[in-house]
């Protein structure tokens, strides 16, 4: 085991022995590169800033697998994963730009004050030239901020709010996950063949930024299908026992529930939900219905048999049959034994498009980078032809809707597809009224 | 010096120092070494070390010296932090105004706060006091989204009005500065393999810590710190000696939720984003824990006691298990994995575990904190240095324990 | 009107948890005078030996399914709990589904236990100390539960059904005169709260009516005179704590059927139940349990839409609102003696 | 009229009288006794005149001002200090910062802010908490942590503390309770000399008869929150229904 040796930035390796002098710092100062934490020795290192503590470090732990080894098939070892249906063809297992990989870890405790600080700690200590994970849309947005002013690149974890690439957007950040549009967009359609188009709702949602913009995105596109939202009640984040806010929904007449909640909200409302009966119910001689607009896989564990039949979508599941989700699966599974998750897809995705874009662009300068990336179109990375488009660095590719699976197989088995949704489906303008607000601005290099 | 008795004043005068040397105190490994994870001499971390060092200094005000324990004084540094950010948006990108009106405006809450919780003593006070905080936390997370930008925190962004600067140049944020000298401007300093860092916010805030922390020894100097430490003594006493505790308590109250509101307003001047979650329970039951892991009514104890904390945080949570082994590679294999499996739990995302482990520890054998840690250190020499020769010790005794 | 009878269902069941944590938090502050910032990891703890509980029944061997392949092409494999070998499939299977109730077995020696080692081994040293130094060895303590919980099950929520007898719910409407299906309630919630009063009641009994009790009592009241009498009363105490244990173990046993557990379950309970304690007020039992119920019942109420849509954000605030409004017209909470914890 | 007016106080605990209709006058300069069994009300009475307790109904006028309604610190700040029967002192403090700490509210009043000045620069206020000290004969004993002192320095200290203030009326309640004979004798001179020299008004509770009769020009009898007589120490020895309030209590 020699990966990861703990350099702290490679200039120093010629520069530093030479002995005593004053310089500028290689980070949030141009250099002779022109860029913060410019790598000039043989090594480029890359932060992973994910929770390793709190509610989500279970996420976060498969994230950070997803980048070990995203790290291990860039540097040329192990089966190469993804990189081998990759549409573009610019990497070539020798690192990047022939510079091995590194990586530093950090832990974003999901919190945002957390997160920068670990970020910080990767700019300025280890010479971090990217920063990337991340498993709230909170921590993502304002670590996106960070790396903006401090000239480095983001590329986002897991985080489905609008305002990540809406009214927080940043020319240095980068969203390959979807978005709580796209969730409404796919599920709307899939929902009213389900369910009827004379549907009433009601919405409990996270009293949050998240939960704002999921609720949002999903009331417009259920209520363009002809459904009928009944009401909408914000519930506060430390709630853990919903049953005050699920009776009220046994007295409308109600006869869908939509759970805007993440994680430990999410299992908790929906346990609580069929625990109220919810699901046996008849109303308006409809069957009664749950849906949770975003589904992780990891999360639907702790919610058990509680999530068998119920509509959600996902960006990403391992059981996608194409080439590209096949050979990810593959090397994960061989690696740690068992499927990876969406928050590991996408991270995976995301080292590798960072990697791919550097090499294209031929520099690490982040506004070469950014350049690169911007109107991008690839495929062979699981969500067919996806673009990352220029205007607000949002990736378009298909969205899965999924419902949990009646009769699981084994415990990552939990989620069955039930519609591949076209990327035209869930594309909409870069100015549409749920992202308004808020622009990229420039690129920064740190200069 | 500066109205200070000798042992104050080298207090002080060792705090300076290391105020100014902490980038070489900090960096002790060589930065190409193994060792170079421990390394915590990068602006953001000594900044954080100096900011958290503030305001576990004003919380000891208040709970060192009159015994008021508030279990909600991270709801003052909230404070001081949105009302910075919504300075920088508003006004400038100058830190001063920002600062002031973080002060100004935390001590505003902490003097509503403070009047209705100090009806009450005791527990009962700690959960008032819980309780506002709790409150705020929740509101600022939720309803008040439009002020506090709730769940992402309250940014700053390209078309902020920043009445007194002139447009911002370029697509991006400016970021706060002092008079043109930003807070992040830094110097690195290449001595053979080391590499210590000088950065202009880290001296800034350093300067504020020195102030701060010399007016608390005033304040505990003077007849104001004393009726403070009479209250904790003797309530009943004092009142009937003819003092009234309540202006008191209050008085020490706001000082220490404006020390917050200083703390909350740098942060916000280190790094522009105020979140709720700074207002959460667990950062006001956190500079508690500061302050008693470095030593309650002690002066540089809380200091300590907050390093130590964010050290930890920051430091040891960055280890994972690849470097582990780098450090264990010459071991023969099977036995640096034994080795690594037994490291393991306790750094990276373990380092909650060691954190608690250290608390037990050091409440268990250091009941006055790490205070007494030095203490019982510098003990050891003294006692050494009387086998020696003799009168230097009984100097020592004399010496009061701080 | 169902909609408050519904609520005020709501409010007597969350009153329940908080109730009970609340009860042992304050057994422990009366008699011991030891700010215990570890009841919380107590009650999470309490909610993994029931997660134990149900992984040991249901540990399992692996037959090969012929014919099958799994994810990565290797023969697929079934699994097989040793439960079913042992006592056969039906009342394997029976056990299995079991797993929560019985886990309350399983719960209450290794509580006691750990409860008393706790106290034996950490909390009997600080006693004579300052309740900041209390504050911080007890929150260590948290913690490293909390952490060795995590390392071993992971820090996502673990789904933990109540036994499939309990799944439904119960038609209260159709008992007290309103439409059926307008009041139904989970069948697993009524248990919840008929245990809460139960071991409510044993706690009671216990202490009002048995010697043992009594010399708590006293003790909680003046611990120096009983101890004055030659009354051992530190061995009471370590026993008092063990129950205490016991209690909020028990109240996490039976509270994972409704919330999956998860190591940091014990924090999200802490705040509240210290809350919970002060507004019933210090040293008073039947304070705590009046605390925990009126809380839950206004915390129900307060999540009402009709509530929310007069104050926006008052389901966020509600608790900590109630208890700042009681405090400040009841000095010492709602039935709290003078004197304790007020320095 | 006295400087210390109290005129039918009446004080109730749930069902029970604590204090019935207790009338009492206090001359200036001089040394005024209660005395009486336990329970009859001494204490309640007293704290009635600290502002500890309020009366259910009467007056208690202190140099012609009502004190009723007004805070301890107040009553203090009219004059009036407290000695209490366990003796009240800032065990945390130094035994010169105790003595400082009444000499800082006399000057300063119920609240004054000084945060910078340092307690060193106090040198006015040192010299007569010093020079207090001295009178006590405590001043080799000025830096002990007052909480290690002996119990008869603790009240030696308290009692300084109030003289520093240089109160109109002192208040003792029982002063040598469980004191040893030699330092009962060294307590009663003490309070010879204070109110000799310092010319400050004395009501003392006391058990201590020898306390009692060397020290008081009068003594008021309480009995079940009754005054039952008030007479000079002449008058009360051998008076019948002093006898039987104390015999009474005995059987």
């Given amino acids: 085991m020699t990966k990861g040796n703990l350099t702290r930035r490679g200039v120093l390796k010629t520069g530093a022995v030479a002995g005593a002098g004053l310089t500028l710092p290689t980070y949030l100062r141009a250099q002779d590169s022109g860029f913060t934490n410019a790598p000039t020795g043989s ?59 590194e990586y530093v870890t950090g832990d974003t405790q999901t919190k945002s004050d957390a997160a920068r600080a670990s970020a910080k700690s990767m700019i300025e200590k280890d010479g971090a030239v990217m920063i990337t994970g991340g498993s709230s849309s909170g921590v993502a947005v304002a670590v996106q901020a960070l790396c903006q002013e401090a000239g480095v690149i983001f ?90 806010y699920i009776t009220p929904v046994l007295q409308s007449d109600a006869d869908v529930l939509v759970l805007n909640h993440y994680g430990g909200n999410m299992v908790n409302s929906l346990t609580n939900a069929v625990q109220f009966g919810l699901r046996d119910r008849m109303v308006n001689g409809k069957q009664f219905e749950i849906v949770v607009p975003l589904y992780s896989r990891l999360m639907a564990k702790g919610a058990g048999e509680n999530v068998k039949g119920i509509f959600g979508s996902t960006n990403w599941h391992w059981s996608l049959q194409d080439e590209g989700s096949q050979a990810f699966v593959k090397s994960f599974g061989t690696k740690y034994g068992f499927p990876p998750s969406q928050a590991a897809h996408t991270c995976y995705v995301q080292a590798l498009l960072y990697a791919d874009a550097v090499e294209r662009a031929g520099s690490f300068a982040p506004c070469a980078v950014v350049e690169a990336l911007e109107g991008f179109e690839f495929d062979g990375m699981g969500n067919g032809p996806t673009l990352y488009r220029a205007e607000d660095h949002q990736c378009f590719k298909d969205v899965l809707v999924v419902k949990g699976k009646e009769n699981p197989e084994s415990e990552f088995d939990l989620l069955e597809i039930v519609e591949v949704t076209p990327v035209d489906q869930v594309k909409y303008a870069p100015d549409h009224p749920q992202f308004a607000g808020g622009a990229l601005g420039t690129c920064n290099n740190g200069a | 010096m500066f109205g200070l008795n000798r042992k104050d004043a080298t207090l002080l005068a060792i705090v300076a120092a290391l105020i100014v040397f902490a980038p070489f105190i900090l960096n002790p490994f060589p930065a190409e070494s193994g060792w170079a994870q421990f390394n915590a001499g990068y602006p953001d971390l000594m900044q954080r070390f ?38 920088f948006k508003l006004l400038s990108m100058n830190v001063i105004p920002a600062i002031i009106l973080a002060v100004i405006t935390a001590g505003l809450f902490a003097l ?65 500065s002092l008079f043109g000298m930003e807070m992040r401007d830094s110097v690195d300093l290449t001595f053979g393999a080391w590499v210590f860092t000088f950065n202009f916010g880290y001296y800034f805030c350093g300067l504020v810590m020195l102030i701060a922390f010399y007016l608390s020894i005033r304040i505990f100097r003077s007849p104001f710190g004393m009726m403070l430490r009479a209250v904790k003594s003797n309530q009943q006493r004092l009142n009937y000696t003819g003092l009234n505790p309540r202006p008191y308590t209050l008085a020490a109250f706001v000082i220490s939720g404006m020390y917050a509101g200083l703390a909350g307003g740098l942060m916000a001047s280190m790094d522009p984003l105020a979140g709720a979650e700074r207002m959460f329970w667990t950062a006001s039951g956190e500079v508690v824990l500061m302050t008693i892991l470095g030593g309650v009514g002690t002066l540089i104890g809380p200091v300590l006691g907050a ?96 | 009107m169902d909609a408050i009878i519904l609520q005020i269902l709501n409010g007597l069941d969350k009153g329940s948890a908080y109730a009970l944590i609340a009860l042992g938090l304050t057994l422990i502050f009366g008699t011991l005078g030891v700010v215990n910032f570890a009841h919380g990891a107590l009650f999470m703890i309490g909610a993994f030996c029931a997660v134990t509980l149900s992984r040991l029944l249901s540990l399992s061997h692996q037959v090969a399914v012929p014919g099958e392949v799994d994810f990565l092409g290797n023969p697929k494999m079934r699994e097989v709990p040793y439960a079913y070998d042992i006592f056969g499939e039906n009342l394997g299977a029976t056990i299995i589904d079991w797993a929560v109730p ?63 007898a309990f799944v439904g719910s119960f038609d209260f409407g159709a008992l007290i005169g309103f439409d059926p299906g307008t009041i139904i309630y989970p069948y697993w919630r009524l248990v919840y709260f008929a245990f809460a009063v139960v071991i409510i009641g044993a706690v009671f009994a216990f202490l009002q009516f048995t010697t043992f009790g009594m010399v708590v009592r006293a003790g909680m009241a003046d611990r120096e005179t009983v101890g004055l009498l030659g009354i051992n009363i530190d061995k009471r105490f370590t026993i008092m704590f063990g129950l205490a244990a016991a209690v909020a173990g028990l109240a996490g046993v039976m509270y994972t059927p409704i919330n999956s557990p998860n190591y940091h379950m014990g924090m999200d309970f802490l705040v509240l139940s210290f809350v919970v304690v002060v507004v019933g007020g210090m040293g008073s039992l039947p304070g705590a349990v009046l605390a925990g119920f009126l809380l839950g019942i206004l915390e129900s109420f307060a999540s009402m839409r009709e509530v929310i849509a007069i104050v926006p954000g008052i389901n966020q605030v509600v608790i900590y609102l109630v208890a700042i409004i009681i405090l400040l017209t009841r000095p010492r909470g709602l039935m709290g003696r003078k004197g304790v914890m007020e320095d | 009229m006295g400087i210390l007016e109290v005129k039918n106080v009446n004080k109730r605990f749930g069902g029970l009288q604590a204090l019935g209709d207790v009338n009492l006058s206090v001359a200036e300069n ?36 009502s004190v009723l309604g007004r805070t301890p610190f107040e009553i203090n700040q009219m004059g009036i200090s407290r000695v209490f029967q366990t003796p009240e002192i800032f065990g945390d403090l130094t035994v010169i910062e105790n003595m400082m700490i009444p000499c800082f509210a006399r000057r300063d009043g119920v609240f004054a802010l000084h945060g910078i000045r340092s307690v060193a620069s106090e040198g006015e206020l040192r010299d007569q908490a010093e020079q207090m000290l001295e009178d006590v004969n405590m001043l080799d004993k000025r830096n002990m942590h007052s909480a290690s002192m002996s119990r008869g320095d603790k009240r030696r200290l308290e009692m300084a503390m109030c003289l520093v203030q240089k109160p109109q009326l002192l208040l003792l309640d029982e002063p040598t309770a469980g004191m040893a004979r030699a330092d009962t004798n060294n307590t009663i001179d003490l309070l010879k000399e204070i109110k000799d020299k310092r010319n400050i008004t004395i009501a003392i509770i006391e058990h201590d008869m020898h306390v009692v009769f060397s020290l008081a020009e009068r003594i008021t009898v309480l009995a079940q929150g009754t005054p039952l007589v008030e007479d000079t120490p002449e008058n009360i020895k051998g008076h019948p229904k002093v006898k039987e309030a104390y015999l009474g209590e005995a059987a």
């Fill in chain 3, 102 to 164: 019985l886990s309350i077995l399983f719960a209450i020696p290794v509580m006691i236990g750990i409860g008393v080692i706790m106290e034996r081994g950490l909390i009997k040293h600080f006693y004579k100390r300052p309740h900041a130094d209390q504050i911080l060895v007890t929150f260590g303590l948290a913690i490293v539960l909390q952490e060795i919980i995590k390392f071993y099950y992971g820090a996502n929520p673990i789904p933990t059904p109540a036994p499939s």
């Fill in chain 1, 43 to 101: 090594t480029v290192t890359l932060g992973f800033n994910v929770p390793q503590s709190g509610p989500y470090a279970e996420e976060g732990a498969d994230e950070l697998r997803a980048y070990e080894l995203a790290v291990e098939h860039l540097n040329g070892e192990g089966d190469g994963g993804m990189m081998n249906t990759f549409s573009s063809k610019a990497l070539k297992g020798n690192g990047i730009l022939g510079k091995k990989v």
């Fill in chain 4, 30 to 65: 001089s040394c005024h006794a209660i005395i009486g069994p336990n329970g009859a009300g001494k204490s309640t009475l007293l704290n009635c005149l600290v502002g500890k307790l309020i009366p259910d109904t009467g007056s208690v006028l202190f140099k012609g001002e």
């Fill in chain 2, 50 to 87: 100096v900011i958290f060092g503030i305001f576990a200094i004003g919380f000891n005000i208040l709970f060192g010296l009159t015994g008021y324990l508030s279990f909600g004084h991270a709801a003052f540094l909230g404070v001081g932090s949105y009302a910075a950010v919504w300075m």
């Fill in chain 2, 112 to 176: 509503v706060i403070g009047y209705v919780s100090l009806r009450r003593s005791g527990i009962y006070f700690s959960i008032l006091t819980l309780a506002f905080a709790q409150m705020s936390f929740a509101l600022a997370y939720s309803v008040l989204t439009p002020i506090t930008g709730g769940e992402t925190g309250l940014q700053l962004a390209l078309d902020d009005p920043r009445i007194l600067d002139a447009a911002a140049a370029g697509g991006n944020i400016p970021v706060p």
């Fill in chain 2, 307 to 402: 390093g130590m904390i964010k050290y930890m945080e920051n430091i040891i949570s960055k280890i994972n298990s690849d470097i582990l082994h780098t450090w264990f590679a010459f071991l023969p294999d099977g036995l640096e994995d034994v080795v690594v499996g037994l490291i393991y739990p306790f750094i990276g995302k373990g380092w909650h575990l060691t954190l608690g482990i250290v608390f037990m520890l050091v409440v268990i054998f250091l009941p006055g904190g790490l205070v007494q840690g030095g203490q019982k250190i510098a003990a050891v020499f003294r006692r050494r240095s009387a086998n020696a020769g003799g009168a230097e010790a009984e100097a020592a005794k004399q010496n009061p324990a701080e």
């Fill in chain 1, 155 to 244: 590329m986002a974890g897991l985080t489905h709010s609008n305002d990540t690439t809406g009214k927080d957007k940043k020319a240095n950040g980068f969203r390959h996950f979807f978005n709580s549009y796209m969730s409404g967009a796919a599920l709307a359609p899939v929902l009213a063949a389900n369910y009827g188009k004379d549907r009433k709702a009601y919405h409990l949602t996270a009293d949050y930024n998240w939960g704002y913009t999921t609720e949002e995105a999903v009331k417009s596109s259920t209520e363009a299908m002809g459904w009928e939202t009944v009401g909408t009640v914000l519930t506060p984040l430390t709630q853990t026992d919903f049953s005050s």
